[in-house]
């Protein structure tokens, strides 16, 4: 098989401006241009190899520096990466994050962007190739990987360029596309895609059930990604019968184990059956692996896990959320460490420069002063080996089956019972996911409708003890507690909210579920809430924080692209 790609400074320029090639912002019928001169040979492995670009966009995507993950976990009410007063401020590019003080500067805003759009462009590559646009499995499974990147785009920023040739004029820039036309092509795509996509299971691999994921995200989110129109409800209906397809195809089956996922490979075997599609890490064929474990555990750990990877002492879980859980709710020693802790080796107390290693569940403060070094508990929800591989052969589940069933009970809900299932089919479900969580206790594995339309349980109010650190001294000083109490009476679905949180913790999740989920004044969680940190905006008209900034570089390189809205 033979393809044409344009090479050169053409391309360079369309990965780098995210370029598109719409003639409007309503209509996205593809423009073709004529071909642009440099055209290059490649062969059937040099395609293959193309694919090989598009899994690595995907890994860079979404755990790279300052990605996909952290942007949609760091400005919640779960996780948080505090400044870390002892370590010369490690952590300080999340403070604004957290704080929801976006601004077009912030670092966050370059990876997933950047990334996506390589991603797309690698996609756009092939597709303009007539040898693989004429093959119907090969042309759905590209189109629907671009899918899923556009997916991505669409939930961060809304206002996006849209692009489905490189074939554009010398000097094309692109101009953004409406959010309703973004939102429907992303639909048409994936449902014109989906009849010639395999319904093999295939780790890291496209496929029909993948597709059908992305569409019921795409219709679970829709009245929160268009707050200003009037909800309708038809969309939870889509949904539901998207994530319906994929529980009633049998090919995915829920781990009893609620670690399964996150386990490393075994000679390149994954051990899960609920995985539904994946980024695939390896330690021989895909570099190191993710920046997890650096990211939140202290330098000098290692001998917890046995592991030789360093640590960069960064994030910690936020104590509200903590003090959520269950004490027998197995996910809470299955996600985290605290406390004490000791060697792998021979069991005894851990040593850090002379000082007993205890993670301690308090934290002081995002900033001013933040953070101390031991402070917070860590996520070890990922599987750490030992040894060199650490955490290199730990595929990450994008989605897998306990989302359907989650997204199927919360459409049952929000729709009162539908195609003959009721609320209660909802509760049944959450119970369902949530027996492996509470073997010992299975009469706590037990959800109510009341429950799950009921509050939440996290105990919403700022919460901080700030001050001053005195670099020289060493010292603390002016420090004042700052305590709020709002509680979570107000949250509609509250108790979902919460069963999502203790299921879903660092899984790229909670971002859009505050945003999702409404409070009885008319705001959404994500705004309308204060936590550890992070003031509220109790402004139910005001929606900007719901997307984020375009960066600067990004605005500076292509003028026909303009900053969302209540930004500068």
């Known amino acids: 098989m033979k393809r044409n790609i344009i090479k050169g400074s053409i391309i360079a320029a369309v990965i780098a401006l995210g370029a598109v090639s719409m003639t409007s912002c309503t209509d996205l019928t593809e423009t073709v241009y004529s071909e642009l001169p440099g055209n290059t040979t490649f062969t059937k492995d040099q395609i293959q190899a193309q694919y090989g670009v598009i899994y690595d966009r995907l890994r860079d995507m979404y755990n790279g520096w300052e990605s996909y993950q952290d942007i949609s976990e760091e400005c919640c009410d779960l996780i948080m990466t505090p400044f870390r007063y002892e370590t010369s401020g490690w952590g300080a590019q999340y403070v604004s994050l957290h704080k929801h003080e976006f601004n077009s500067t912030i670092n966050h805003l370059y990876r997933p962007w950047m990334s996506c759009y390589q991603g797309i462009t690698t996609c756009n590559q092939l597709l303009d190739d007539a040898n693989i646009s004429s093959n119907d499995e090969s042309k759905a499974e590209l189109r629907a990987y671009r899918a899923l990147f556009y997916y991505v785009l669409f939930d961060l920023w809304r206002n996006i360029p849209v692009q489905t040739t490189l074939k554009v004029p010398s000097g094309y820039m692109p101009s953004q596309v409406a ?155 299955d996600c985290w460490v605290w406390g004490p802790q000791k060697s792998i080796k021979d069991g005894k107390q851990i040593y850090i420069n002379g000082k007993a290693l205890n993670y301690t569940v308090d934290v002081y403060a995002i900033e001013k002063p933040g953070a101390a070094s031991m402070q917070g508990a860590r996520l070890k929800k990922y599987e750490i080996q030992s040894g060199e591989n650490s955490v290199n052969d730990d595929d990450v589940p994008f989605f897998r089956l306990t989302d359907a069933y989650f997204i199927k009970a919360e459409c049952l809900l929000r729709l009162g019972g539908y195609n003959g299932e009721t609320e209660q089919t909802a509760a049944d479900i959450i119970t369902m ?79 859009q579920d505050l945003i999702r989920f409404k409070m009885n ?28 900034p375009i960066l600067k570089d990004n605005l500076q390189a292509n003028t026909k692209l303009k900053q969302n809205a209540g930004y500068n």
């Open 179 to 333: 959010p309703d036309s973004t939102y429907d092509f992303i639909v048409n795509e994936l449902n014109e895609a989906k009849p010639f996509l395999p319904k093999t299971n295939e780790l890291g691999q496209m496929n029909y059930w993948t597709a059908c994921m992305v569409l019921a995200k795409m219709y679970l989110n829709r009245n929160a990604w268009f707050p200003t129109k009037p909800e309708d409800k038809t969309f939870y209906e889509k949904a539901y019968k998207e994530v319906n397809e994929v529980i009633d195809g049998g090919v995915y089956q829920l781990d009893d184990d609620y670690l399964t996922p996150f386990k490393a490979k075994v000679g390149g075997v994954s051990s899960s059956k609920e995985t539904i599609f994946a980024l695939v890490y390896d330690s021989k064929y895909a570099g190191m692996g993710t920046n997890y474990y650096s990211k939140w555990f202290l330098s000098g750990s290692q001998d917890i896990f046995g592991t030789k990877r360093d640590g960069w002492n960064g994030s910690a879980c936020i104590p509200q959320f903590f003090a959520t859980y269950d004490a027998d709710d197995t996910r809470k020693t």
């Open 433 to 511: 996911c949530r027996k492996r969580d509470f073997k010992d206790h299975p009469e706590k594995a037990i959800r109510t409708v009341e429950q799950l339309k009921g509050p939440s349980v996290y105990d919403y109010g700022l919460r901080e003890t700030q001050g001053e650190y005195d670099k020289e001294t060493g010292e603390l000083k002016n420090m004042q507690k700052v305590e709020t109490h709002e509680g979570g009476s107000d949250i509609q679905f509250g108790g979902l909210l919460d069963d999502l949180a203790w299921e879903f913790v660092y899984e790229h999740h909670r971002r």
């Open 521 to 548: 004044n008319g705001c959404n969680v994500f705004n309308g809430k204060s936590w550890f940190g992070k003031s509220a905006n109790t402004n139910a008209q005001d929606h900007h924080l719901d997307i984020f």
